[in-house]
T-cell receptor, first 115, second 112 residues
Framework: KAGVTQTPRYLIKTRGQQVTLSCSPISGHRSVSWYQQTPGQGLQFLFE???????NKGNFPGRFSGRQFSNSRSEMNVSTLELGDSALYLC??????????????FGPGTRLTVL | GENVEQHPSTLSVQEGDSAVIKCTYSDSASNYFPWYKQELGKGPQLIIDIRSNVGEKKDQRIAVTLNKTAKHFSLHITETQPEDSAVYFC???????????FGTGTRLKVLA
């Protein structure tokens, strides 16, 4: 079974630009979560999607948005990039079954650098 | 708000010794507690997890214990090996949600 894939693996952008990151979950998984990982703040939850609907949301500004497609693939968008958005963005997939959090499997991440 | 504290931030042990990492969570509604290992350049990998209806779980050299009353859980690695060197994260999931709060990580170094 193929693991979680994220594209691209590396991105360099300048302040003010926008960026879109992509995540393909494990086959059969319907839940996709996004995290921002930085040395100072650790892993911070951005949002979680299930069946094309945002089900949970972290405490990030509206510049961070996402969506999920009918095949469970998910994209994350960051608009008006700031230097502080430089981070490793991780995607995690799980079955998403209602009523019980279950194992999350992480992708390798997308390293975003904002200049 | 929801918070997970993790200690220590760094830990060095001799090969063959045991390592213990501790986490404390704030939300009593948390009911699922996974542990992840992250190696350089890779995403976190789930190594063991425990649910709130269980007090202890073991998988070969790795074990996790949970004390719901004190709201803390611990990772125990026995007979450590150099390949155990990595950053370890604990996390807690809030009951009824798929929102996970992570600890700040522990960098484990196993000295040969």
């Amino acid at each position: 079974k193929a693991g979680v894939t994220q594209t691209p693996r590396y991105l360099i952008k300048t302040r003010g630009q926008q960026v879109t990151l992509s995540c393909s979950p494990i086959s059969g998984h319907r839940s996709v979560s996004w995290y921002q990982q930085t040395p100072g703040q650790g892993l911070q939850f951005l949002f979680e999607y299930f069946s094309e609907t945002q089900r949970n949301k972290g405490n990030f500004p509206g510049r961070f948005s996402g969506r999920q497609f009918s095949n469970s693939r998910s994209e994350m968008n960051v608009s008006t990039l700031e230097l502080g958005d430089s981070a490793l963005y991780l995607c995690a997939s799980s079955s998403g079954l209602a009523g019980a959090p279950d194992e999350q499997f992480f992708g390798p991440g997308t390293r975003l650098t904002v200049l | 708000g929801e918070n997970v504290e993790q200690h220590p931030s760094t830990l060095s042990v001799q090969e063959g010794d045991s390592a213990v990492i501790k986490c404390t969570y704030s939300d009593s509604a948390s009911n699922y507690f996974p542990w992840y290992k992250q190696e350089l350049g890779k995403g976190p990998q789930l190594i063991i997890d425990i649910r709130s209806n269980v007090g202890e779980k073991k998988d070969q050299r790795i074990a996790v214990t949970l004390n719901k009353t004190a709201k803390h859980f611990s990772l125990h690695i026995t007979e450590t090996q150099p390949e155990d060197s990595a950053v370890y994260f604990c996390a807690a999931s809030i009951r009824g949600t798929y929102k996970y709060i992570f600890g700040t990580g522990t960098r484990l170094k196993v000295l040969a």
